[in-house]
Structures are given as structure tokens and as C-alpha cells.
């Protein structure tokens, strides 16, 4: 089990632990996002926390994980609720927490060097480009990989990230470092999703930190669409809805 969805199942019980045996602390000296952060550190350890910052919502601080879990938390460090932040406008509903993790996602993907993924593009001008994070093996990321040649047409370039699901030293792992250390990755690649077995090969490559990247980004399960401003799109959708997708972007 990875540690991203190990924390995720023990978050509720854990917080209930915190609020009740945790003594209080006086906050007469104390920044209340350090107040936060410390407390939280006590109640989960391992947890990695990346940031607290004041909510939209006033007397809450927002804590963002290294999984995809966003909790809110009082001043005072003693009270966490896990889940999504809702408000309600004249626009309807807006989910304040995904806006929060779709920025997350946009930061951490604009630091990965495209030569660290394989790509496909377009004959013509770049329109558009969207980032997968992609298992060699899953019948859903293959029959994806059948519309790259549609989205290409409409000027989209793929990017493709590994996310082998069984983890690190399996054969859908092994793969990738194969398909990635091929001479001609593009061509390895469509192989690969077609069935093909491809030479085993080993070199230096990006997949073991790719694979620790889809869980900082939230990736549970492949294939996951990430458009250029951080949405996730978890799951196979067609061309033609992807697309969509781009131009309300």
C-alpha cells in the first residue's frame, strides 16, 4: 500500500486522536500556522505538510499535503476537518479546495523538464498540451493512447509520464525503463500500448520520480489527464471531450 493512500485512510482516525489527546497550547507567542503545522506533524507522523495558509473561509487555514488530502484547521491548531471547501456565489457552486490543488498540480508539472518526458506533437504549431500520467498496461491508458493521433491533428501535444500502478521493480515498471531507454522512445511506446514487447533496456531515467510525482499530485489511478492550468482529469475520456475540455480552459 502507498504511503499516499495508507495516510488518506488514517487521516479521520488520526485528527479524532489529536483533537481529544493533544493538550492545548498556549498561542499567546505562537504564528497560528506554525501552532497548525506543529500540531499536525504530532498526530501524523511522516506526514509531509507543504503549506498552511489562511482559507477563503475566515478562521481556517488551509494545509496542504504531499498527497492529495487538504485539511482545515483552527487558529488554535486544535480542531482539523478533512475535505473539500465549497462557496456559494451568483456563479453557483465553486470547489475552492480542487482550484487549490489544480494550482498544486500546475507548479509542480511546469518544474519537469519536457526532455524528461515522452512526448508527442503535433506536425503544426502547439495549441494545447496536456500531461498523462500513463501505465503501460492499463487497457484504459492504451485505448487513450489510440486518440494521440486525433489530438495531434487539432495541434494538442500529449506528454506522457510514468505512473506504472504495481510500483516500483514490477514488469509494468520495468517497461517504462525499457520504453524509456529505447532508442526511439515515440516508436517503443507505441509498442508497448499496442502489446508489443519491447527489448529490455536500462539507463538512466525519470520514472522512479515521476511515479513519486503522480502521488504528490494526487494520481490514484491511470490514465490521469493534467491540463495546463492543474485540472485532473482521472480516467479515459475521447478525443473529442478532451478537447472540449481545452477550450473552456
Known sequence: MSQTIM???????????????????????????????ERLSQAIPGLTIQGVRESDVPGLYEVVTQGQETLYATPDGRHFVVGKLYRLDE????????????????????????ARMISFAPDGPVKATVNVFTDIDCPYCRKLHQEVPRLNEQGV??????????????PSFRKYVSVWCSEDRQTAMDQAKAGQSV???????????QFRLGGQVGVTGTPAIILEDGRMIRGYVPAERLLQALESS
Open 91 to 114: 456563479n453557483g457552486l465553486t470547489n475552492l479546495t480542487e482550484k487549490g490543488l489544480s494550482k498544486k498540480r500546475a507548479r509542480l508539472l511546469s518544474q519537469v523538464d519536457d
Open 7 to 37: 495516510h488518506a485512510r488514517l487521516i479521520p482516525t488520526l485528527l479524532l486522536i489529536a483533537t481529544l489527546l493533544i493538550p492545548a497550547v498556549s498561542m499567546a507567542d505562537d504564528d497560528p500556522k506554525k501552532q497548525v503545522r
Open 157 to 170: 501535444r500529449v506528454n506522457y509520464l510514468a505512473y506504472p500502478r504495481s510500483g516500483p521493480g514490477t
Open 199 to 209: 527489448p529490455s533496456a536500462q539507463c538512466d531515467n525519470p520514472v522512479q520520480a
